[in-house]
């Protein structure tokens, strides 16, 4: 018999190979999206390593977006910048014949030909903070201009109210003199190219000799003082291949370790360590943070004293230290040991090491403490005994810049450091009565005095105290205000006086006040100009607070007098008797040209925006740095909180 046929067995035959079907068409598709899925991990694993090499890229090359002071204001406005904004501010430029803008690096910085830099047009007050609210320490929480920020606060980037103690002058026009400042530029570049040529690596150059110049006060040892001092003229004006020389050299060449040299404790400190440090508050790179502090440490022994003071010289290699013998008995001198406060208070912020604070905040408890005769600080101290020198007072040298860090010193703190403030006034009080003077012309003048007995005569190097003056009075309304101002203004007209009323148009080293002569040097040894910045220091600051453009024009008509009278074919020299009609040169091109004159001139002619006066404040070799709480370059070191052993 043949057995019956099932009706399901073509069924389940037909349902068995569409299952086949199934299973394969699905191995097939998780076969295929593990390749993929492979690949793609393998891909992001590789766009994740790319993203770090650049990033440690980025960290190594300066970032001018975020890190250029310049750029500030820039990146916080930019995003209600159109592009309507952008055309006018081309239009602009073209209406200025100004050399169009290129981008470099990836487009991180905007490189102009011919050293024009462009800059927002929009007026920005000075005086108006972007971070305006602190934390009881004062610091930074949040940067959104790429800043460290190391504490918690909370940082308010709104219109914040006016800073220095509300006093309000002009308003910024956002004007740039783009022809004047772009001459300066070309001095700088003259100047560090010429020194590169003839004295790479060397402290400063002889421009006529066209060699290094080996008697400077840092000897002829290759320190590279011009190198480290106009570092930062040169990335304020955006020349990136000098700067980037620079920084080269000093990654390179730059130490103490075997130098065996005494070098002055006060200029190595403002040119090297406030140098450094400038150059690590713009850019962030830890080479400037670390070679500031290993200047610092070779300046250290020179604190070894009985009282604290430290000595005027220190050999970087043994550490023994010791002062001039020439200072009233072995006394330190107070323009000196006075002006160390702005880069040891900055160090010990930026490395977390209060050490360096600690040494001049012992200097600062001597000086508030001891009797001063009269309420003024006589020039020489005895680091031994505590006990002053000579009675010999000035607001010129040997005691210039021990007022100025005081003033600056509060500014630096967020002004915060009253007890600096409070001893800033205390000594102008003084001066004021005791050494400000009129001559029988009206000019205002501040002599030095000497046992109780006024010298009438006036240093070139006091032509500083005229902005000194001028920002102690912006910065705090008081009982002192407008006679601060008032002075400031006079003192500043009186040295503008001793320029013009040279055939050089340039300032003597001293100028006298008598009923026969004014604002006048009578002898040889006070008739020279080495290329002094501080005038122009004083234009600077008063065309901030003013906008006064008179302080525009003085400050061209010296621009024109250098040129003219200081230039050479290889750089610049001083002159030796400023009221020849062809005077002599010295043959050497200072350092501090490039750090201060060149700078103050550079930001007379330039924006309020460029290096603002209430984020930075300047040492006395014209190195800004930054305003704590208030500038988001201030980059303090995070502070480890001890850990509790509580349960």
């Given at each position: 018999m043949c057995p019956k046929t099932s009706k399901t067995t073509p069924l389940l035959l037909i349902g068995g190979i569409c299952f086949v079907i199934v299973l394969v068409g699905i191995t097939g598709i998780t076969l295929i999206n593990n390749i993929n899925l492979s690949n793609i991990i393998r891909l992001n694993e590789k766009v994740a390593s790319d993203?770090?090499?650049?990033?440690?890229?980025?960290?190594?090359?300066?970032?001018?977006?975020?890190?250029?002071?310049?750029?500030?204001?820039?990146?916080?406005?930019?995003?209600?910048?159109?592009?309507?904004?952008?055309?006018?501010?081309?239009?602009?430029?073209?209406?200025?014949?100004?050399?169009?803008?290129?981008?470099?690096?990836?487009?991180?910085?905007?490189k102009v030909e011919d050293n024009q830099v462009k800059e927002s047009s929009e007026a920005i007050s000075p005086y108006s903070s972007t971070f305006s609210s602190h934390s009881s320490a004062g610091e930074l929480t949040s940067t959104p201009s790429g800043g460290v920020a190391p504490s918690s606060s909370t940082v308010s980037v709104t219109a914040p109210p006016l800073p220095f103690g509300g006093v309000k002058y002009n308003q910024s026009s956002g004007l740039i003199d783009y022809e004047k400042r772009n001459?300066?530029?070309?001095?700088?570049?003259?100047?560090?190219?010429?020194?590169?040529?003839?004295?790479?690596?060397?402290?400063?150059?002889?421009?006529?000799?066209?060699?290094?110049?080996?008697?400077?006060?840092?000897?002829?040892?290759?320190?590279?003082?011009?190198?480290?001092?106009?570092?930062?003229?040169?990335?304020?004006?955006?020349?990136?291949?000098?700067?980037?020389e620079g920084r080269d050299w000093i990654e390179r060449k730059f130490s103490l370790d075997n130098i065996s040299a005494e070098l002055s404790v006060f200029e190595t400190n403002i040119r090297f360590v406030g140098g450094m440090l400038t150059l690590y508050a713009f850019t962030g790179d830890p080479l400037y943070k670390e070679k500031a502090q290993h200047v610092a440490d070779k300046l250290l022994p020179a604190f070894q004293t009985p009282t604290g003071i430290p000595y005027a010289l220190v050999n970087t290699k043994t550490g023994v230290a010791k002062n001039y013998g020439w200072a009233s008995g072995g006394s330190s001198i107070l323009s000196e040991f006075g002006t160390l406060h702005l880069e040891f208070a900055y160090l010990s912020d930026i490395t977390g090491n209060p050490l360096y604070r600690e040494r001049v905040q012992t200097i600062r408890q001597v000086l508030k403490e001891i009797e001063k005769p009269k309420g003024l600080y006589p020039n020489f101290l005895n680091p031994k005994t505590g006990k002053w020198g000579q009675l010999h007072m000035s607001l010129g040298a040997l005691g210039d810049s021990y007022y100025e860090y005081l003033l600056k010193a509060w500014l630096q703190s967020g002004q915060t450091d009253e007890e600096a403030r409070e001893m800033f006034d205390e000594a102008m009080l003084a001066i004021l009565d005791k050494m400000v003077r009129t001559s029988p012309g009206g000019l205002t003048y501040v002599s030095d005095l000497k046992f109780d007995r006024l010298e009438h005569k006036m240093d070139h190097l006091a032509c500083f105290s005229g902005g000194l003056f001028a920002l102690g009075a912006a910065t705090r309304q008081n009982d002192y205000t407008d006679k601060y101002m008032e002075v400031g203004k006079g003192i500043t007209n009186t040295c503008h006086e001793s320029y013009i009323r040279a055939p050089t148009q340039l300032g003597p080293e001293a100028f006298r006040f008598s009923e026969a002569v004014e604002a006048r040097a009578l002898r040889s040894q006070e008739k020279y100009y080495i290329l002094r910045p501080e005038t122009f220091e004083s234009y600077f600051v008063l065309w901030r607070l003013t906008h006064d453009q008179k302080y525009r024009d003085w400050g061209w008509e010296a621009v024109l007098a250098l040129e003219k009278h200081c230039r050479t074919a290889h750089g610049y020299c001083g002159l030796r008797n400023v009221y020849q009609q062809e005077p002599?040169?010295?043959?050497?091109?200072?350092?501090?040209?490039?750090?201060?004159?060149?700078?103050?001139?550079?930001?007379?002619?330039?924006?309020?925006?460029?290096?603002?006066?209430?984020?930075?404040?300047?040492?006395?070799?014209?190195?800004?740095?930054?305003?704590?709480?208030?500038?988001?370059y201030y980059r303090q070191a995070p502070v480890t909180l001890p850990v509790s052993n509580a349960s």
């Amino acid at each position: 018999m043949c057995p019956k046929t099932s009706k399901t067995t073509p069924l389940l035959l037909i349902g068995g190979i569409c299952f086949v079907i199934v299973l394969v068409g699905i191995t097939g598709i998780t076969l295929i999206n593990n390749i993929n899925l492979s690949n793609i991990i393998r891909l992001n694993e590789k766009v994740a390593s790319d993203s770090v090499s650049n990033n440690e890229n980025q960290i190594k090359e300066l970032n001018y977006v975020n890190n250029h002071p310049r750029n500030v204001y820039l990146k916080l406005n930019a995003s209600s910048r159109d592009d309507e904004d952008d055309e006018q501010m081309q239009k602009e430029q073209e209406q200025l014949e100004l050399p169009k803008i290129s981008a470099v690096i990836g487009g991180s910085k905007p490189k102009v030909e011919d050293n024009q830099v462009k800059e927002s047009s929009e007026a920005i007050s000075p005086y108006s903070s972007t971070f305006s609210s602190h934390s009881s320490a004062g610091e930074l929480t949040s940067t959104p201009s790429g800043g460290v920020a190391p504490s918690s606060s909370t940082v308010s980037v709104t219109a914040p109210p006016l800073p220095f103690g509300g006093v309000k002058y002009n308003q910024s026009s956002g004007l740039i003199d783009y022809e004047k400042r772009n001459q300066v530029v070309k001095m700088m570049e003259h100047a560090w190219h010429n020194y590169k040529l003839y004295a790479w690596g060397k402290n400063e150059l002889r421009p006529l000799s066209q060699r290094p110049h080996s008697a400077s006060i840092f000897g002829s040892y290759d320190l590279g003082a011009t190198i480290v001092d106009g570092l930062d003229t040169l990335y304020i004006m955006g020349l990136e291949k000098e700067y980037r020389e620079g920084r080269d050299w000093i990654e390179r060449k730059f130490s103490l370790d075997n130098i065996s040299a005494e070098l002055s404790v006060f200029e190595t400190n403002i040119r090297f360590v406030g140098g450094m440090l400038t150059l690590y508050a713009f850019t962030g790179d830890p080479l400037y943070k670390e070679k500031a502090q290993h200047v610092a440490d070779k300046l250290l022994p020179a604190f070894q004293t009985p009282t604290g003071i430290p000595y005027a010289l220190v050999n970087t290699k043994t550490g023994v230290a010791k002062n001039y013998g020439w200072a009233s008995g072995g006394s330190s001198i107070l323009s000196e040991f006075g002006t160390l406060h702005l880069e040891f208070a900055y160090l010990s912020d930026i490395t977390g090491n209060p050490l360096y604070r600690e040494r001049v905040q012992t200097i600062r408890q001597v000086l508030k403490e001891i009797e001063k005769p009269k309420g003024l600080y006589p020039n020489f101290l005895n680091p031994k005994t505590g006990k002053w020198g000579q009675l010999h007072m000035s607001l010129g040298a040997l005691g210039d810049s021990y007022y100025e860090y005081l003033l600056k010193a509060w500014l630096q703190s967020g002004q915060t450091d009253e007890e600096a403030r409070e001893m800033f006034d205390e000594a102008m009080l003084a001066i004021l009565d005791k050494m400000v003077r009129t001559s029988p012309g009206g000019l205002t003048y501040v002599s030095d005095l000497k046992f109780d007995r006024l010298e009438h005569k006036m240093d070139h190097l006091a032509c500083f105290s005229g902005g000194l003056f001028a920002l102690g009075a912006a910065t705090r309304q008081n009982d002192y205000t407008d006679k601060y101002m008032e002075v400031g203004k006079g003192i500043t007209n009186t040295c503008h006086e001793s320029y013009i009323r040279a055939p050089t148009q340039l300032g003597p080293e001293a100028f006298r006040f008598s009923e026969a002569v004014e604002a006048r040097a009578l002898r040889s040894q006070e008739k020279y100009y080495i290329l002094r910045p501080e005038t122009f220091e004083s234009y600077f600051v008063l065309w901030r607070l003013t906008h006064d453009q008179k302080y525009r024009d003085w400050g061209w008509e010296a621009v024109l007098a250098l040129e003219k009278h200081c230039r050479t074919a290889h750089g610049y020299c001083g002159l030796r008797n400023v009221y020849q009609q062809e005077p002599q040169k010295d043959d050497v091109q200072q350092s501090f040209f490039l750090a201060e004159t060149l700078k103050y001139l550079y930001l007379l002619f330039s924006d309020d925006s460029v290096l603002p006066l209430d984020e930075w404040v300047f040492n006395t070799e014209a190195h800004p740095l930054p305003i704590k709480g208030a500038n988001a370059y201030y980059r303090q070191a995070p502070v480890t909180l001890p850990v509790s052993n509580a349960s």
